[in-house]
Structures are given as C-alpha cells and as structure tokens.
C-alpha cells in the first residue's frame, strides 16, 4: 500500500487541508498507517500533479492561505482499484523483537526498560484510540453504527489497531513476568 492510497481513503470523508489530513493520520490512521507531516505534503503535491486529488486555496485574514484537498473523479477510480486488489499480509519488523532474541547475551535490564515502554507506548494508543472510538459511536450502541453509519471503514480499521495494541500490553506483560523470573534464576546463587 502506498501513502497514496491512504490518503485517498481519508479524504473519503471530504474536503480537508494538509493539516487536517495530518491531524486524521496522527488520530484515525496511525493504527495501521504513519506518516510524517513532510512526507505528507509532499504526497500531495504529487497527487495533485497526478490528478488524484484537486486543490484550492482558501484566503485567511491573519494566517497563511491555506489549500483544501478533495478527491477527483480519477482519484476515486484509483481507490477502487486498489481496493480490488489481493493484498499480502504486512511482515513484522521490530528491533524490540530482535533485542528481545538476544536478551540471554545481552543487556537484560535494558531490554526490560524497553519492553516496559513499549507497554506504556501501547497503553496510551489504547487510551487514545478508545477517545475516537466514543467520537465515532456519539452515543450509538456498536450494532446501531454498524447498520446505520456513512461509512465504517474507519471503525473497522479502528478496531484492529485497538487489537493491535491490546496484543501489544498483553505480549509486553507476559515478555516481562518471563523475563523477570530469568534474571531471578540467573541472580540467584548456585
């Protein structure tokens, strides 16, 4: 999947400018896709050129104009195909997972400490992720948004990130409780 693509998905929603595409990946799609600021806008330029998305630029007193984005008709076509397609499932690539195989030879503690951040890391996209769960349910029960909303898409990718790092917490306490009892035993006098 490219940026491209996820963009397009966002403005699925509507009109929005750069900042507020950052601000819906920093909150809606960080779960399953990151990106940062620069990378984004030059994104956009491309697609601009590309003729995915159409821009204009809104005059502002006492702030720089600013330019909103919509999706073009050979934008949605785009999506639509992307959408066709097969796609393969993401690989793993997590240096804590390497520090953690090596965690015998190396720096236990340390490898600890990071597990416990990793945990807290977690801990708080959970949080956040359940403030955007509310938002997007406004009072409705889940089957009352499922049936009803516009669009679920966004609820649906965010509950894999909830998932995500539900699994996360849980891989990072367990990790530790094995961890903990190994430096015990290795602590211990022979």
């Known amino acids: 999947m490219s940026l491209r693509n996820a ?16 601000k819906t990946f920093d909150a809606a799609v960080a779960n ?19 003729g995915l998305i159409a821009a204009r630029t809104v005059e502002q007193e006492r702030r720089p104009n600013k330019r909103l984005f919509t999706l073009t008709t050979k934008g949605a076509e785009e999506l639509t195909k992307f959408t ?23 720096d236990l ?3 600890k400490a990071s597990i416990r951040e990793r945990r807290q890391w977690a ?12 938002k997007l349910l406004d009072g409705r029960t889940e089957d009352d948004f499922l049936i009803n909303a516009d669009r679920v898409g966004p609820y649906l990718t965010l509950q894999r990130g909830l998932s995500f790092e539900r699994d996360n917490v849980k891989w990072c306490a367990k990790s530790l409780s094995v961890l903990e ?6 602590d ?3």
């Open 7 to 22: 963009v397009m998905a966002a403005l699925l929603d509507g009109e929005a400018s750069g900042y507020d595409l950052a």
């Open 32 to 50: 399953f896709w990151i990106c940062t600021p620069q990378q984004l806008y030059r994104e956009l330029d491309r697609m601009e050129a590309d």
């Open 84 to 106: 066709a397609q097969q796609h393969k499932p993401t690989a793993i690539r997590d240096e804590l997972l390497v520090a953690v195989m090596a965690a015998d030879h190396g």
């Open 109 to 111: 503690e340390a490898v």
């Open 123 to 134: 801990e708080a996209k959970i949080e956040r992720y359940e403030r955007l769960r509310g």
């Open 181 to 186: 009892r190994r430096g015990a035993r290795l």
């Open 188 to 190: 211990a006098p022979t």
